[in-house]
């Protein structure tokens, strides 16, 4: 009598899950938790929330600003008596990034400063406020960036980047007076 050869059920299914946890191992260990998936995922966020910002602006006919630090940012509002923190949307709180991305903005250089009035403002250091000022009572530093209810954005290019990878990764966003906000090369 001869034998039929193949597989039984039994070997059959041992192999489907071995090959499902060995498929599963990887999906695990490939799961956005690079340097750069963090970066891009915080440069996603920040562009939703200042986009969302500038429409509300619009929408409330009110002017808005950007308060950055090294690792921190935060929207601010006008109103008569002055700047004041942003409270609600919870988005427009003062935000910290995660540990290793690193923020820097440029406001110098760029197009129309010449013809600008906030060339002449004396800007103040915003890292101590952003630490202390955004939950208490004290009145916010005057932003880097303007959100206006017109709909124009001053000109700034706001730099994330991290050094946690065998190379440094930088994005750089930014705009030229109005939406939405583009991504600049090195060279730009």
Do not use: C, H
Request: glycine share 6%.
């Amino acid at each position: 009598m001869q034998r039929a050869r193949g597989f039984t059920l039994l070997e059959v299914m041992l192999v489907l899950l071995l090959v499902g946890i060995l498929a599963s191992a990887v999906v695990i260990n490939f799961s956005g938790n690079s340097p750069e998936q963090r970066l891009e995922k915080e440069v996603l966020r920040f562009s939703q929330v200042f986009q969302f910002i500038a429409d509300s602006a619009q929408l409330r006919q009110q002017e808005w600003g950007l308060v950055v630090a090294a690792g921190q940012y935060a929207f601010v509002y006008y109103q008569a008596d002055g700047w004041q923190w942003a409270q609600q949307p919870a988005a427009a709180k003062a935000y910290t990034l995660p540990e290793g991305i690193t923020l820097t903005v440029e406001l110098e250089g760029l197009p129309g400063e010449e013809q600008s009035l906030l060339s002449q403002l004396e800007w103040e250091d915003a890292a101590e406020d952003l630490a202390t000022s955004p939950e208490a009572s004290s009145p916010p530093p005057l932003p880097q960036v303007f959100i206006l209810s017109s709909g124009e954005v001053s000109p700034f290019r706001l730099t994330f980047s991290t050094e946690q990878s065998l190379s440094p990764v930088q994005v750089t966003l930014g705009t030229d007076f109005s939406l939405p906000l583009q991504r600049y090369s090195e060279a730009d």
